[in-house]
């Protein structure tokens, strides 16, 4: 599992915000013009850092939503008990400064030398590294089978929404609404388990490489049932965020 | 110096009497979070072992054997290179030293191998002296499979990405080479209260 070697420092910049536009009620993309990008991979994140007037700092990860070669992007849900992701949602606007460092991470990461076929796996918000994957393999003319299967609770937490209406040629998006769902919707309507994970997987045989990423029980249970499956654990990337609220 | 934040307030507490005790960068949570870069593995006992040492001349517990050594209970704080941190957690394991007493084996660097692939590295003298264990009970339970089960390194001076989960070996090594996430970027030492996160940091 040897990765490339990332030796460069990272340091903090100074960021512009060019625009927020609003996903979902809880969820914005935050458009960034960011001055010193040394270029990232799809799948990457990146460090933000706040500052209070008394010189408080607070840092937190985001994984970033755009594809490399595109301006950073980053999409981030408003977590009610949280101290920078309710900032980032409901405070920042365009021509704000934002400071950063990144990219960060070269693991959960894709791009066409890796191949596929691709089973992208999202929880919630899970699905904002898989979008940079998404248009990753679209920019790059990559004719790689990709399937996104995409759990949210109702149609209203649907990030992207109007993307992934629009699939581009070779990719399948299938959704999953687990708490309620809209009258005639044609998805599925119940969490991602082995049996509804066998009805959209690729079979192993053809081994396929699979991203997985939402909150932990997200990902402990659709990994486990993908090993089951056949999928051998190197060929099944994770990238989980626990709910860290509290204090 | 970082520019002011227009319109940013501090949300959480001040952690008072605790604030000597949280890292640059980090933020107290009480919750446990998960993060790994596969699928959990699970290994049955009857399969486990941990060996200790040298490649090819290493010291190796069945985890029957294992369960025999010597244990100890400590409470420590952990820092999580994803700026949590999570103080006076509670372990029962078995101390570094010991290990490598009984293996007869030292320094100058370890690597640790894990199940699923994962390996890290750290310096010997950050893993002896009382510093690190392998530890196979959080919280007076045997340790779930999500956060290490059954046994994960313990090196809490360390970011906690140090503190491999699933850990299977320690190989003793005359370079300190680079593990998993040391090799995508991560810091190579990894001192919270430096904020050694990243390559150069």
Same mark, same amino acid.
């Given at each position: ?8 420092? @990272? ?9 927020? +536009? ?23 994140? @990146? ?10 700092? &607070? ?22 008990? #949280? ?10 606007? &365009? $021509? ?12 959960? +990461? ?5 191949? $596929? ?6 929880? #919630? ?29 109702? @149609? ?30 044609? $998805? ?27 909150? +932990? ?20 990337? +994770? ?5 860290? $609220?509290?204090? | ?14 952690? !008072? ?35 200790? !040492? ?61 199940? !699923? ?85």
């Amino acid at each position: 599992m040897a990765g490339t070697a990332l030796r460069r420092r @990272l340091s903090w910049q100074v960021a512009k915000v060019s625009a927020v +536009t609003t996903e979902t009620p809880s969820v914005r993309t935050i458009m960034l013009e960011v001055p010193d990008w040394p270029g990232h991979q799809a799948g990457q994140h @990146l460090d933000i850092r706040l500052t209070d007037e008394d010189g408080y700092v &607070a840092e937190r990860s985001y994984s970033i939503a755009s594809a490399p070669g595109e301006p950073v992007a980053i999409t981030v849900e408003r977590l009610d008990d #949280g101290e920078v992701s309710p900032y980032l949602t409901d405070e920042l606007r &365009a $021509g704000d400064d934002l400071e950063l460092r990144g990219p960060i991470g070269g693991y959960f +990461t894709w791009g066409p030398q890796d191949g $596929g076929p691709l089973l992208l796996l999202a929880g #919630g918000s899970g699905v904002v590294p898989l979008r940079s994957i998404l248009r990753h393999r679209e920019r790059t003319g990559s004719t790689v089978p990709a399937r996104l299967l995409y759990s949210s609770r109702t @149609l209203d937490d649907v990030i992207y929404r109007a993307e992934l209406d629009q699939p581009a040629p070779g990719v399948e998006i299938i959704e999953t609404l687990t708490r309620h769902q809209p009258p005639a919707w044609t $998805g599925y309507a119940r969490r991602v388990d082995a049996a509804l994970l066998g009805e959209v997987e690729w079979p192993a045989a053809e081994m396929p490489l699979a991203y997985v990423c939402g909150p +932990t029980s997200f990902v402990e249970a659709v990994s486990q049932a993908l090993v089951q499956s056949g999928y051998p654990p190197q060929r099944v990337k +994770t990238e989980r965020f626990g709910a860290t $609220g509290g204090t | 110096m970082s520019p002011v934040s227009r319109g940013f307030h501090r949300r959480r507490q001040d952690p !008072g009497e605790n604030a000597g005790r949280i890292p640059p960068g980090q933020y107290l949570t009480k919750d446990f979070p998960v993060l790994s870069a596969g699928p959990t593995p699970h290994t049955a006992l009857d399969r486990w072992s941990f060996s200790v !040492g040298r490649a090819g001349q290493q010291k190796t517990w069945t985890w029957d054997e294992f369960r025999t050594l010597p244990s100890q209970d400590v409470t420590v704080d952990i820092h999580c290179v994803t700026k949590w941190s999570k103080l006076d957690t509670s372990w029962q394991g078995v101390s570094v030293d010991t290990l490598l007493d009984l293996a007869g084996h030292a320094g100058p660097f370890a690597l640790a191998h894990c199940d !699923g692939g994962y390996t890290t590295n750290v310096p010997v003298e950050d893993l002896t002296g009382g510093k690190a264990w392998v530890a196979y009970a959080y919280d007076g339970q045997p340790l779930e499979p999500e956060h290490g089960g059954p046994a994960r390194l313990l090196v809490p001076h360390l970011y906690f990405w140090k503190s491999a989960k699933w850990v299977r070996s320690l190989e003793l090594r005359d370079t300190n080479d680079p593990g998993f996430w040391e090799n995508y970027g991560y810091h190579i030492y990894g001192d919270p209260w430096r904020e050694q996160r990243y390559a150069g940091d």
